[in-house]
């Protein structure tokens, strides 16, 4: 079956632009989660979305925020960008109890 | 090759060698752990998972060791070869009450291994 789709891969923003990013979980699958991975920090944890709803959030600001649709797509949306937000941002799907994570190949954003 | 902690260390091995990547984990409470590799450009790759009630699971040359009382958890690659070469991650699963549960990370051992 087909693997977990990240749209785009690479972005190329300005401060002070929003962004909005696109993941397609595996067939069947009902969780999605949103990772940060930065040289420095590692994989930060953003949130987790279950059947269109948040059901885990980790430690960053509001400008962070996130959706899941019907078919369990779902997008993470990063407003009022800052050159720190520049990272690699990784989702991961699964079934949602607790195990099998699969991972997207990430977008690149860059802020400039 | 042995390598400890948390902050990205590099583990440089031979070709053919056996590697063994170490993580500490955080939680006592954590009942599920999971070894990732991830390779340059791409998203995080699952090598091997093991729960709390073992301590020792192989896969395919490799084995993940589970040591609750000092929480801590190995990954041992056997005959090491070059398409190895990557970071690797160990994640804990802390219980929650019901499936409200979200990966630890460690910050990853980068391991070059050199033909």
């Known amino acids: 079956k087909a693997g977990v789709t990240q749209t785009p891969r690479y972005l190329i923003k300005t401060r002070g632009q929003q962004v909005t990013l696109s993941c397609s979980p595996i067939?069947?699958?009902?969780?999605v989660s949103w990772y940060q991975q930065t040289p420095g920090q590692g994989l930060q944890f953003l949130f987790e979305?279950?059947?269109?709803?948040?059901?885990n959030k980790g430690n960053f600001p509001g400008r962070f925020s996130g959706r899941q649709f019907s078919n369990s797509r779902s997008e993470m949306n990063v407003s009022t960008l800052e050159l720190g937000d520049s990272a690699l941002y990784l989702c991961?799907?699964?079934?949602?109890?607790?195990?099998?994570?699969?991972f997207g190949s990430g977008t690149r954003l860059t802020v400039v | 090759g042995e390598n400890v902690g948390l902050h990205l260390p590099t583990l440089s091995v031979q070709e053919g060698d056996n590697s063994i990547i170490n993580c500490a984990y955080s939680?006592?409470?954590?009942?599920?752990f999971i070894w990732y590799k991830q390779e340059s450009g791409k998203g995080p790759q699952f090598i091997i998972d093991?729960?709390?009630n073992m301590d020792k699971r192989q896969g395919q040359r490799v084995t993940v060791l589970l040591n609750k009382t000092v929480k801590h958890l190995s990954l041992q690659i056997a005959a090491t070869q070059p398409g190895d070469s990557a970071v690797y991650f160990c994640?804990?699963?802390?219980?929650?009450?019901?499936?409200?549960?979200?990966?630890?990370w460690g910050l990853g051992t980068s391991l070059a291994v050199n033909p």
């Open positions: 991961a799907s699964s079934t949602g109890t607790g195990s099998g994570y699969t």
């Open positions: 067939s069947g699958h009902r969780s």
């Open positions: 979305y279950f059947s269109e709803t948040q059901r």
């Open positions: 939680n006592s409470a954590s009942d599920y």
């Open positions: 093991i729960r709390s």
């Open positions: 994640a804990e699963n802390p219980y929650n009450a019901g499936n409200n549960r979200k990966l630890i």
